[in-house]
């Protein structure tokens, strides 16, 4: 039913709509910024969309993630942006994995799929995905938010981009620090989306060998060259 995407055409060919049923993305994450992704993933009409997240909602979450509601908390995230998606957009298949990203099952999650895109609210395992990604030759679009700021990267094989960024492998997560709030997760999310959507085109300038800094309060948006 390609009517639901009219509104895609001029921006994309009807070719390039066409093929997006054909890709497959795994989001690693299913939570402030995952859940936004896995929304406009959907919208986009990406056919296969893998959700992993080994975490429940919890009250704290309802400030932000879009999966989350009163009804829900206490239940599976990647679970219910399966859910989801039934409802938005019922011909995109979501496969579920409820369970965390690690050393030892990543490049099982990950083998198969056109892009990853990296949700996550921590380093370390940011790292295990870079790797995985790296030995599966799969890109690798990096989200990450904390309170009135966000950046975005999208990483091919060999960049090794995280490494520049994260100096420091076992650095905490800014967002403890600075919080997160409603609207943060969701600019990040779209500029990941469009990120994806470039890579699988193979159309546009993409955010690669540099990082997109946000700064909502100023606010600026910079784009600094990562040597």
């Given at each position: 039913m ?15 709509n066409e093929r997006?049923?054909?890709?497959r ?6 939570g ?27 009250v704290?979450n ?9 009804e ?12 989801r998606m ?6 995109i298949?979501?496969?579920?994995l ?6 030892e099952?990543?490049e ?10 990296d ?18 030759g799969i890109p ?8 009135w700021?966000?950046?975005?990267t999208?990483?091919f094989?060999?960049?090794r981009?995280l490494d520049?960024?994260?100096?420091q492998k ?12 409603s ?7 779209s500029i ?22 946000i ?13």
């Amino acid at each position: 039913m390609m009517e639901r995407y009219n509104r895609n055409m001029k921006m994309l060919s009807r070719e390039e709509n066409e093929r997006l049923k054909e890709y497959r993305v795994c989001v690693i994450g299913c939570g402030g910024l995952g859940g936004y992704i896995i929304e406009l993933l959907g919208r986009l009409g990406i056919g296969h969309i893998t959700a992993v997240d080994g975490d429940v909602f919890e009250v704290t979450n309802l400030n932000r993630q879009i999966l989350s509601n009163e009804e829900n908390l206490g239940t599976s995230k990647a679970n219910a942006a399966k859910e989801r998606m039934k409802l938005v957009n019922s011909q995109i298949n979501v496969e579920a994995l409820s369970y965390r990203l690690t050393e030892e099952n990543s490049e099982e999650i990950l083998r198969g799929h056109d892009v990853i895109v990296d949700a996550l609210d921590n380093v370390e395992t940011r790292f295990v995905l870079q790797a995985s990604a790296e030995r599966l030759g799969i890109p690798l679009v990096h989200g990450a938010i904390a309170g009135w700021y966000g950046q975005i990267t999208t990483i091919f094989p060999g960049d090794r981009t995280l490494d520049k960024i994260y100096a420091q492998k076992d650095i905490n997560g800014v967002e403890k620090e600075l919080g997160n709030p409603s609207f943060t997760p969701a600019l990040v999310a779209s500029i990941q989306v469009s990120e994806v959507l470039k890579v699988l085109i193979n159309r546009g300038e993409l955010i690669r060998h540099k990082i997109l800094f946000i700064n909502t309060m100023e606010p600026d948006y910079y784009i600094a060259e990562l040597g």
